[in-house]
């Protein structure tokens, strides 16, 4: 018997409002992936140090340690074989650019509201995660 969801990447959704998480949960399952999710920055810290997530869904925007803050965190405390691919998600597409983003560490970027297609894409990316030794979709 084939285990399909060992096959699927690790998901931790990085996401402090409630509507916006479940909105992206639902989304998720659509897609066939699950994700667990924490509420800011510190929490996903704090996540990782626990657990190894493949993927980062990134709310930018978010109280005691945004994504940008949370984003440099994790490229310095881990090592680059050891990082998740993190995928920026905002509502505030012209204050936080897609540029921020790479400064900041970010492997790929989705503006509020996004579609089913733009996280699929964005979640396919992974693939081509350094760490996977493959071109950066960005």
């Given at each position: 018997?084939?285990?399909?969801?060992?096959?699927?990447?690790?998901?931790?959704?990085?996401?402090?409002?409630?509507?916006?998480?479940?909105?992206?949960?639902?989304?998720?399952?659509?897609?066939?992936?699950?994700?667990?999710?924490?509420?800011?920055?510190?929490?996903?810290?704090?996540?990782?140090?626990?657990?190894?997530?493949?993927?980062?869904?990134?709310?930018?925007?978010?109280p005691k340690m945004d994504?940008?803050?949370?984003?440099?965190?994790?490229?310095?405390?881990?090592?680059?074989?050891?990082?998740?691919?993190?995928?920026?998600?905002?509502?505030?597409?012209?204050?936080?650019?897609?540029?921020?983003?790479?400064?900041?560490?970010?492997?790929?970027?989705?503006?509020?509201?996004?579609?089913?297609?733009?996280?699929?894409?964005?979640?396919?990316?992974?693939?081509?995660?350094?760490?996977?030794?493959?071109?950066?979709?960005?």
């Amino acid at each position: 018997m084939c285990d399909e969801e060992s096959s699927q990447p690790s998901i931790l959704l990085v996401e402090d409002n409630e509507v916006n998480q479940k909105v992206a949960l639902l989304m998720l399952k659509r897609l066939g992936h699950h994700a667990d999710v924490v509420t800011n920055g510190l929490e996903a810290l704090r996540a990782l140090e626990v657990q190894h997530y493949d993927i980062l869904l990134m709310d930018i925007h978010m109280p005691k340690m945004d994504g940008l803050e949370s984003t440099k965190a994790i490229r310095a405390r881990w090592p680059p074989a050891e990082q998740p691919y993190i995928i920026a998600i905002t509502a505030y597409a012209l204050l936080y650019s897609v540029d921020m983003c790479i400064r900041a560490g970010m492997d790929d970027y989705l503006c509020k509201p996004f579609s089913m297609d733009e996280l699929r894409i964005a979640i396919d990316g992974y693939r081509g995660h350094p760490q996977n030794d493959q071109e950066m979709r960005i």
